[in-house]
């Protein structure tokens, strides 16, 4: 879109999230930074959205005349809490009888001290950490994959390679498996025996607002057998959750388990107490053991 290619007029909104001045979390403050530089950088006419209606209005009437009259992308940049909390209108049926964290509860529960998990980054990774606090375990055996939708299976076969006699765990959701779906034909050519793959499948982006992704409607199971996976299961009850995680274990990997979720959270839900750096400096010591 950019003038010096297609030339194409193009109206970006962008969440300004780690905004300087503002509290935050660890993964958004870098971003936040050099947002506008990178803007400037690229030479993206942009806009800060007020709050009051007219001042609103103004600056995105400016923008489209910018985009439209000069062919180039502008951008709009919107403060936290500028916009009220909303409810998607129309979410997908919720007929799952496991909450998520109960699924990850009985996961956790099922594995052994010397496993390593990787977590998808939002509410995935909170809940294992909350889980993990609870009950007292340490947070040495995880890698929460913070501010990095979709890549913690990369993330997670890579540990796999280079631990071919570690069992390697990646924790994913729906959405993330979907953004970056072209990782599990990566993995499954790889035949990593070590790699188990569980995706936590609630159908919505549950993290950012909840609007609802593709994962209702596509069967993951299918998809990563013809990939390359030795063998996919999909579970729906919690009280078979526990078998099929040691059938995941014992099975010669990769190996996916499709667990159905209900979609939501508790509104008290923790985050993590250690910073990304404390997480990764320990996690880097368990696997060095």
Known sequence: ADRDVYSIPLFLLI????????????????????????LDAMDIPHRVLLPEPEGARRCVDDLLEIAKTERRPVALMVRKDTFEPYKPSDPPADN??????????????ALSETDAVVSTTGKISRELYDYRDRIGQGHQGEFLTVGSMG?????????????????????????AM?????????????GLANFKHVILNNGVHDSV???????????FTEIVKACGYTEAWRVERREDLAERVGQLRSQRGPAMLEVMVQRGARADL????????????????????
Do not use: Y
Request: overall charge positive; proline content about 5%; charged content about 20%.
């Open 15 to 38: 969440g300004w999230r780690g905004e300087p001045g503002t509290k935050d979390e660890p993964q958004h403050v870098k971003q936040g930074k050099v947002t506008v530089s990178l």
């Open 96 to 109: 799952f009888q496991m909450t998520r964290e109960q699924a990850i509860e009985t996961i956790v529960a």
């Open 151 to 175: 890549h913690a299976s990369q993330i997670a076969m890579g540990i796999a390679l280079a631990q071919p006699k570690r069992q390697v765990f990646c924790l994913d959701g729906d959405g």
């Open 178 to 190: 979907l953004m970056h779906m072209g990782g599990a034909a990566i993995v499954g050519a790889a």
């Open 209 to 219: 607002g909840g609007m609802a992704t593709a994962g209702l409607q596509v069967s």
């Open 270 to 289: 923790g985050r993590p107490k250690t910073s990304p750096i404390e997480n990764k400096t320990a996690f880097t010591d368990f696997l060095s053991r």
